[in-house]
């Protein structure tokens, strides 16, 4: 046998598919399941980091915030000099380490009547505070944003990022707060700032870390990057220039989002790390300035594919001893069933005397083994039966091809039957449905001018209906005399037929005596079909009249007879009901009106013609239906002799 045709192959296949199967459902739930669980608790740990780093730089701006707001109601309400103004700026920076500088810049003539410029700014540096006016014309501070954009918004607020060439000479953000001569706060005095260095933020916004290799970065309500890896702190990126640059959606949507201070956590691709990353921004809302941090998904991941690369090494080798395991439970199962089905095979080949395996457990295979060892005996008794059967068989269809032989050889099936009688031609046919048939058909002379034919079809098929045939023809050939009736010779044999006819079996049988020299039939009809009269013109008449039952169904029967003259080269056409009542695949018959319709074909021709030409039309007709009853056709065509024919 072959392995690959093995039943301990296929089981270990089948088991062992299925196991893989499970285990690697099991294994991609748990991947899916731990995944989400771990990114959902990666994206609450974020949110929280995120969140609390934002809220220490919004205290920070808030606390830097409140020094110009403070300070803007005091400049509006009372005039300083020059140097209480200095001394007030140096206060600020020096006792705020998160200000690096401080400006009060004055409208044209605002502080001084004389004076277009006027704007005392104290900024740190490495040796303390140090002082300095913006007031040159090659650094007009009304054209900086820090001052224009206050200036005709008449709003706090923090400006873009910028590089403070003139001024501290440090990338810095300005928070900008106009003060007024008026209370109602419509006529501007000037802009009181505080600038923040952005070396401070850069510097906590770089100490935020997530994982190994993640990292921050803050933009500007415009979309600027304040802090970011890779970004100068000399050189101006914006977010959606960057967007622009590197065709990328996600960013140029989430950047809306940033300056609109909406907040999310959504994949990101990012150019530092390799490998899928997250992106969590959230809102700085005093200065309108949005925090992000990246997250590196292999990083936070790492946990849980070391896990399941564990649980699959372990599903390796379980699946390894389990595949071991199986593989000697199935060839320990298969093994008897192999010997069995190589017992099978010989026992196919008629090695009925083939060992069996002894298998002495009561399970199923124990019961097969049991039952193959039965089926040895039993197809031994059938074998030998069979043999006997056979035997039998074909004698008794020899026996049935002698009894074919001799009921073909009882009724005439030489023709021409009479080649020296020019007055008579006929022609007959009798196919048995079985190997022998009831149906019959005879003709022969009484004397020189009376010629005696019949036809008849015995109840039944095969040897009892052949058996009956056979009697009745001899009965009819034993009791024909010129000297009686046609229905007395009919009344006699069915007495006789009915003598001991416990079988109860009867034939319809047409009986006639024709006069070959007038054409004048004397007939009688015991319950058979009606025959039929071709008449020379083509038309065709049926030979109607019963004149009495079956033959042996019933004795002391009287029966009538008639008479009909046939004319110069009518055709007589007798059969069976094997032929009207033949089927097709249908199941629709052929009926005796198709046969009358046919024969109304047949002007002129011969009796055989007649005969074949019906023959064919009927198989036509029955096609690849059985036939299931025998078919016999009698036809007798006469003619006058010529010297009567002239008389």
């Given at each position: 046998?072959?392995?690959?045709?093995?039943?301990?192959?296929?089981?270990?296949?089948?088991?062992?598919?299925?196991?893989?199967?499970?285990?690697?459902?099991?294994?991609?739930?748990?991947?899916?399941?731990?995944?989400?669980?771990?990114?959902?608790?990666?994206?609450?740990?974020?949110?929280?980091?995120?969140?609390?780093?934002?809220?220490?730089?919004?205290?920070?701006?808030?606390?830097?915030?409140?020094?110009?707001?403070?300070?803007?109601?005091?400049?509006?309400?009372?005039?300083?000099?020059?140097?209480?103004?200095?001394?007030?700026?140096?206060?600020?920076?020096?006792?705020?380490?998160?200000?690096?500088?401080?400006?009060?810049?004055?409208?044209?003539?605002?502080?001084?009547?004389?004076?277009?410029?006027?704007?005392?700014?104290?900024?740190?540096?490495?040796?303390?505070?140090?002082?300095?006016?913006?007031?040159?014309?090659?650094?007009?501070?009304?054209?900086?944003?820090?001052?224009?954009?206050?200036?005709?918004?008449?709003?706090?607020?923090?400006?873009?990022?910028?590089?403070?060439?003139?001024?501290?000479?440090?990338?810095?953000?300005?928070?900008?707060?106009?003060?007024?001569?008026?209370?109602?706060?419509?006529?501007?005095?000037?802009?009181?700032?505080?600038?923040?260095?952005?070396?401070?933020?850069?510097?906590?916004?770089?100490?935020?870390?997530?994982?190994?290799?993640?990292?921050?970065?803050?933009?500007?309500?415009?979309?600027?990057?304040?802090?970011?890896?890779?970004?100068?702190?000399?050189?101006?990126?914006?977010?959606?220039?960057?967007?622009?640059?590197?065709?990328?959606?996600?960013?140029?949507?989430?950047?809306?989002?940033?300056?609109?201070?909406?907040?999310?956590?959504?994949?990101?691709?990012?150019?530092?790390?390799?490998?899928?990353?997250?992106?969590?921004?959230?809102?700085?809302?005093?200065?309108?300035?949005?925090?992000?941090?990246?997250?590196?998904?292999?990083?936070?991941?790492?946990?849980?594919?070391?896990?399941?690369?564990?649980?699959?090494?372990?599903?390796?080798?379980?699946?390894?001893?389990?595949?071991?395991?199986?593989?000697?439970?199935?060839?320990?199962?298969?093994?008897?069933?192999?010997?069995?089905?190589?017992?099978?095979?010989?026992?196919?080949?008629?090695?009925?005397?083939a060992p069996l395996p002894a298998i002495k457990s009561k399970d199923e295979i124990g019961q097969l083994n049991a039952s193959i060892s039965k089926m040895q005996v039993e197809l031994k008794n059938y074998i030998q039966n069979l043999k006997e059967t056979t035997a039998a068989k074909e004698k008794i269809e020899s026996e049935l091809q002698i009894a074919r032989d001799i009921q073909q050889g009882i009724i005439p099936k030489i023709f021409p039957a009479f080649p020296e009688r020019d007055t008579i031609d006929l022609y007959a046919i009798l196919d048995p449905a079985r190997d022998v048939g009831g149906d019959l058909y005879d003709f022969f002379f009484i004397d020189d001018d009376h010629m005696c034919f019949t036809i008849g079809d015995v109840s039944g098929k095969g040897v009892p209906a052949s058996l009956f045939m056979a009697i009745t023809r001899t009965l009819l050939r034993a009791r024909m005399d010129m000297n009686i009736k046609v229905n007395e010779v009919i009344e006699i044999m069915n007495n006789e037929l009915c003598l001991d006819n416990d079988n109860a079996m009867f034939v319809t049988l047409f009986l006639g005596i024709l006069n070959i020299e007038t054409g004048r039939i004397e007939y009688c009809n015991a319950g058979h079909n009606y025959p039929y009269i071709l008449k020379k013109n083509g038309s065709v008449e049926e030979l109607k009249g019963t004149h009495g039952t079956p033959l042996g169904a019933m004795p002391d029967i009287g029966y009538g007879s008639s008479v009909v003259h046939l004319e110069n080269n009518d055709t007589l056409m007798l059969y069976t009901d094997g032929v009207s009542e033949a089927i097709d695949t249908d199941e629709n018959q052929y009926t005796e009106g198709r046969i009358k319709a046919k024969l109304a074909e047949f002007k002129g021709e011969d009796p055989e013609t007649i005969i074949k030409q019906l023959i064919g039309d009927l198989d036509l007709f029955v096609g690849e239906a059985d036939q299931f009853d025998d078919i016999t056709m009698l036809v007798i065509n006469w003619q006058k002799k010529e010297d009567a024919a002239d008389e």
């Open positions: 046998m072959r392995v690959f045709k093995s039943l301990s192959l296929k089981i270990s296949v089948s088991i062992m598919l299925a196991v893989a199967l499970i285990f690697a459902a099991i294994i991609l739930y748990n991947y899916f399941i731990s995944r989400d669980l771990l990114l959902k608790n990666v994206e609450d740990n974020v949110k929280n980091l995120a969140d609390g780093s934002a809220q220490k730089i919004e205290k920070v701006l808030e606390a830097s915030a409140k020094i110009p707001q403070n300070l803007s109601y005091i400049l509006g309400a009372s005039q300083y000099s020059a140097d209480e103004l200095r001394n007030l700026l140096e206060l600020i920076v020096e006792n705020n380490d998160e200000v690096f500088g401080s400006c009060i810049a004055f409208e044209p003539y605002a502080y001084d009547t004389d004076s277009l410029y006027f704007a005392p700014y104290v900024f740190m540096t490495d040796s303390g505070p140090s002082f300095k006016y913006l007031n040159s014309e090659s650094f007009n501070y009304f054209d900086e944003d820090w001052y224009r954009i206050p200036k005709e918004s008449l709003k706090t607020g923090w400006s873009e990022p910028y590089f403070d060439e003139g001024g501290g000479d440090i990338l810095m953000c300005t928070y900008s707060v106009p003060f007024f001569f008026d209370d109602e706060g419509q006529d501007l005095k000037g802009i009181v700032t505080i600038d923040i260095s952005l070396e401070w933020l850069k510097d906590y916004v770089e100490s935020i870390k997530t994982y190994d290799n993640g990292y921050a970065f803050v933009i500007s309500a415009g979309g600027t990057f304040i802090t970011h890896p890779l970004v100068e702190t000399s050189i101006e990126q914006n977010v959606f220039q960057l967007a622009e640059e590197r065709d990328y959606d996600v960013l140029r949507k989430a950047a809306k989002d940033m300056v609109a201070g909406g907040s999310d956590f959504i994949l990101f691709d990012t150019p530092i790390i390799d490998g899928t990353t997250w992106l969590y921004y959230t809102p700085l809302p005093s200065a309108g300035w949005s925090l992000s941090l990246i997250i590196p998904e292999d990083e936070f991941m790492a946990d849980l594919y070391e896990l399941n690369r564990d649980l699959l090494l372990i599903g390796i080798i379980g699946f390894i001893i389990l595949l071991i395991i199986v593989i000697y439970i199935s060839r320990r199962i298969t093994k008897p069933l192999t010997s069995l089905a190589q017992a099978a095979i010989e026992i196919g080949h008629g090695q009925l005397d």
